[in-house]
């Protein structure tokens, strides 16, 4: 059982800056070495969108529209994952859920409640 919170959702100026946090709490010890840790967002009338995921071997990806903008990380002592949002445009406006997801297990598939991003042009 994984349980996921997420932080630091807000209102911001076009331009600005967020750094959206994701707590992991697992009896695992390390959630990162078995799970595919990713932040998705859904804005309003849209289906939700993997926006960056890092996998176990600390490999990221991101989809095009934020290449160059976000940064994914994460701390194994913390537990938690990151995601620093630099440079926000209002078309980053929705909600930000953070995921764990077992690379080989589908059945094991946590999400986090949500954090509100909203940009502000």
């Known amino acids: 059982q994984v349980q996921l919170v997420e932080s630091g959702g807000g209102l911001v100026q076009a331009g600005g800056s967020l750094r959206l946090s994701c707590a992991a709490s697992t009896s695992l010890g390390n959630i990162f070495s078995f799970y595919v840790m990713g932040w998705y967002r859904q804005a309003p009338g849209k289906q939700r969108e993997l926006v960056a995921v890092?996998?176990?071997?600390?490999?990221?990806d991101y989809t095009d529209s934020v290449k160059g903008r976000f940064t994914i990380s994460r701390d194994a002592a913390k537990n938690t994952v990151y995601l620093q949002m630099n440079s926000l445009k209002p078309e980053d406006t929705a909600v930000y859920y953070c995921?764990?997801?077992?690379?080989?297990?589908?059945?094991?598939?946590?999400w986090g409640q949500g954090t509100q991003v909203t940009v502000d042009s």
């Open positions: 890092i996998r176990s071997g600390g490999i990221t």
């Open positions: 995921n764990a997801r077992h690379p080989v297990s589908a059945y094991l598939d946590y």
